[in-house]
Antibody
């Protein structure tokens, strides 16, 4: 059974940092491109970042470029997202998602909530 | 940037009826890299359709996708009670790499 389990969310003050983790199982993580997607409360889905199986290329949405950093550890079947310089508008549920061959996101975690507030 | 527009914003239908959801792209979607997702409250999105018309594993055949270029459609042939949800289209390969439409809510009439 495919599982993606995110962790690391929580309450953080504006300007603060968090590191999100995503533990993968049930599929060949080392051969799968991975992504982070977020959803602000009551809003739609926003793609944030992509990382290939070999760590290159790495891509970001303009909204998070220079503030967020995606990484992966294939030996640990884990994906990470370092969130720096957080803003109120970064408040959202953050999902990790595995990518299929047609650019579809076929595996999703349950999400982890990040709340940025003073 | 490829912008996806979904219509209608809300679709009010009864169980057993047919639902037709539209997704229009501001530029041609390369190689039909167009997917559809279903999301229920408090849950992660669930992949329904990829490559514009291929059903994902385990998706009932009442869900079908069609279209190419800039115009795509998700059809639910006969709505079941569990189909009332929000549906998103998503493109891959443009700039940014992924974009999602704003969603269509299918609710019970």
């Amino acid at each position: 059974e495919v599982q993606l389990v995110e962790s690391g969310g929580g309450l953080v003050q504006p300007g603060g940092s968090l590191r999100l983790s995503c533990a993968a199982s049930g599929f060949t993580f080392s051969r799968t491109s991975m992504n982070w997607v977020r959803q602000a409360p009551g809003k739609g889905l926003e793609w944030l970042s992509y990382i290939s199986p070999s760590n290159s290329p790495i891509l970001y949405a303009d909204s998070v470029k220079g503030r967020f950093t995606i990484s992966r550890d294939n030996a640990k079947n884990s994906l990470y997202l370092q969130l720096n310089s957080l803003r109120d508008e970064d408040t959202a549920v953050y999902y990790c998602a595995g990518q299929g061959g047609f650019g579809e996101l076929n595996y999703w975690g349950q999400g982890t909530l990040v709340t940025v507030s003073s | 940037e490829i912008v996806l527009t979904q219509s209608p914003g809300t679709l009010s239908l009864s169980p057993g009826e047919r639902a037709t959801l539209s997704c229009r792209a501001s530029q041609s979607v390369s190689s039909n890299y167009l997917a559809w997702y279903q999301q229920k409250p408090g849950q992660a999105p669930r992949l329904l359709i990829y490559g514009a018309s291929s059903r994902a594993t385990g998706i009932p055949d009442r869900f079908s996708g069609s279209g190419s270029g800039t115009d795509f459609t998700l059809t639910i042939s006969r709505l079941e009670p569990e189909d009332f949800a929000v549906y998103y289209c998503q493109q891959y390969g443009g700039s940014p790499l992924f974009t999602f439409g704003p969603g269509t809510k299918v609710d019970i009439k």
